[in-house]
């Protein structure tokens, strides 16, 4: 009878996170991209006569309430009125087609409210497996997002230093085991890490989706004592997003 082979061992760090040794495959399966558009309403608007700031309004959300509506396209809406100085509101949209952005700002750009916004910030990335977390049972394995569960959201760009990538990749995984075993306290946090490689100026936009902001606060502090901290070479601007419907953010726009 023949003895049975041991399994074979896992690999536990990807020696090739690059694919370029290995002369990896591109991939091209549909994956979602995400895009954050952050808008300010010029103070002209408020100025307006009341019945025409009240059609206006009403124009404005009859778009963005057809956008919610489509089985194609994910959509959350935040507000930042009295939370930051610089941005009144964010879109959050997710889709398989990134023209589909292109499309739902154009139908705004022809309302009179948009007339009014300008878009001090704008990010634009995708959804990717990690590769530091995905040998995890039960972290990142998907790649599907389930987004706008929390009452806030916690947004910003993130670049990694050049040096980061000069590490080995055990000295890279080392660390990212050091941030996830941090991080793994704060169970009312959800993150979601998409990749802007070549599609816009940041690396990444981080999200991190929770109901709580007091807890936020003591998780970044807490990341900041990790090694994997010294590599970052930019996380700002940082927004906090108050989830709110797109009548709420309407009505706080005056």
């Not at 009341?50 to 009403?58: C, L």
């Not at 995708?126 to 590769?131: A, G, I, T």
Request: net charge neutral; with cysteine.
């Amino acid at each position: 009878m023949d003895e049975e082979k041991p399994a074979p061992r896992q690999r536990t760090v990807d020696l090739d996170p690059s694919g370029q040794v290995s002369q990896r495959e591109p991939d091209r399966i549909g994956r979602q991209f995400l895009n954050y558009a952050f808008y300010k309403l010029a103070p002209e608007y408020r100025r307006l006569p009341a019945a025409d700031r009240i059609a206006a309004r009403e124009e404005f959300v009859r778009v963005v309430k057809g956008w919610e509506e489509r089985d194609d396209f994910i959509l959350r809406t935040y507000s930042l009125v009295g939370v930051r100085g610089d941005v009144d509101f964010m879109l959050w949209r997710i889709s398989k087609d990134i023209l589909s952005f292109q499309r739902m700002q154009a139908e705004m750009n022809r309302t009179v409210l948009g007339a009014y916004l300008t878009q001090p910030y704008n990010y634009l990335s995708m959804q990717k497996r990690s590769q530091y977390v995905n040998r995890v049972v039960g972290s990142g394995h998907g790649v599907e997002l389930l987004p706008g569960e929390g009452k806030w959201l916690f947004v910003y760009p993130f670049i990694k230093t050049r040096a980061w990538y000069k590490l080995s990749p055990h000295a890279r995984q080392g660390m990212m085991d050091e941030h996830i075993f941090a991080s793994n306290p704060f169970k009312g946090i959800r993150l979601n890490t998409s990749y802007s490689y070549g599609i816009d100026d940041q690396e990444f936009v981080v999200a991190f989706d929770s109901d709580y902001p007091t807890e936020f606060v003591d998780l970044v502090h807490r990341l900041r004592y990790t090694e994997a901290s010294m590599f970052t070479a930019r996380d700002t601007p940082m927004f906090a997003c108050a989830k709110a419907s797109i009548n709420d953010i309407a009505e706080h726009l005056g």
